[in-house]
């Protein structure tokens, strides 16, 4: 019991908090420069207790916290030493694939987001490259290494974006989050690692893919947003490791991947739009 505290933490006293996360983009007159953010998020407001940060990287490590939490009981001292202790659990979990996490999640971002504006030519939505707009969309991609059980891991790209007018002022945020695919140990002959990281590069490539393309298309209006079912759906979101149950409105749904909006203030680290990956969830019906 005591060792969940870590996740009450997480959640941080979400009762009353803003829903800001969940609602549409307002509109903006005019095209919007893309810009992709070397930003990182803030580990105060947008991270559980306990991270560990692959060193100069946007990747971090998360699920693995435990009795972290208990820190809590024992005041501030407690909770930084729980804090340390938890991070450094996560180091060594790490520690052999240290190498293969250490990915440039900028430079990956900016590649897809790319190929992602060439392959669906949004002329008249986006500002060209390097040029501005009306306003600007500012991109933050990291990578969460989630610990799903002892050994078994789901990575999470998140895209955290920001609108702001053409003053640089922010008018609206929310995060997209993509852990669609299998869960593997990190270690291991078929582990994320593997083959020199081969098979975490794919995953982050084809989420990277998942997120930019719903970013772009809730950018560009063509995303359905208010329409859709409500349902409760019970996951292991992005950072955290219990299965949680949730309400949430379905965006959109494919043969492999959910898209939603899970009903939460943007207090939870869950917050935003999440495309999840459907053989990973139970979704039933919202009871009316």
């Excluded at 060792?3 to 919007?32: D, I």
């Excluded at 002892?150 to 002022?169: C, F, I, N, S, Y």
């Excluded at 490791?241 to 043969?255: D, G, I, Q």
């Amino acid at each position: 019991m005591l060792g969940r505290v870590v996740l009450g933490l997480a959640l941080v006293a979400a009762t009353g908090c803003a829903h800001a996360l969940s609602q549409p983009m307002p509109r903006l007159e005019g095209k919007l420069a893309l810009k992709v953010s070397n930003e990182q998020p803030s580990k105060w407001t947008e991270m559980p207790l306990g991270v560990h940060q692959i060193p100069d990287t946007s990747v971090y490590v998360s699920g693995h916290q435990g009795a972290a939490g208990i820190g809590v009981l024992f005041g501030l001292i407690g909770v930084a030493a729980a804090h340390a202790a938890a991070q450094s659990t996560g180091e060594k979990k790490t520690q052999d694939a240290q190498a293969q996490l250490r990915l440039d999640m900028r430079a990956l971002a900016e590649r897809v987001l790319t190929e992602e504006l060439g392959r669906r030519g949004a002329a008249n939505r986006f500002a060209a490259a390097g040029t501005t707009g009306a306003g600007s969309l500012e991109i933050v991609p990291y990578l969460v290494v989630n610990f799903i059980g002892d050994e078994q891991v789901r990575p999470w790209v998140v895209l955290k974006t920001m609108l702001k007018d053409a003053k640089g002022e922010e008018q609206w945020k929310t995060k997209y989050v993509a852990g669609v695919g299998e869960a593997r140990p990190l270690g291991g002959e078929r582990g994320w690692a593997s083959e020199d990281g081969a098979p975490l590069r794919q995953h982050v490539d084809r989420n990277l893919r998942l997120a930019m393309d719903v970013l772009l298309r809730d950018a560009s209006g063509t995303l359905p947003r208010g329409t859709g079912r409500k349902v409760e759906v019970k996951a292991q979101w992005v950072w955290v490791k219990p299965f949680l149950e949730r309400t949430a409105e379905v965006l959109e749904e494919t043969e492999d991947a959910l898209v939603v909006i899970p009903d939460v203030a943007d207090a939870f680290v869950f917050a935003g739009v999440n495309i999840l990956d459907k053989r990973a969830v139970t979704v039933k019906q919202e009871e009316k």
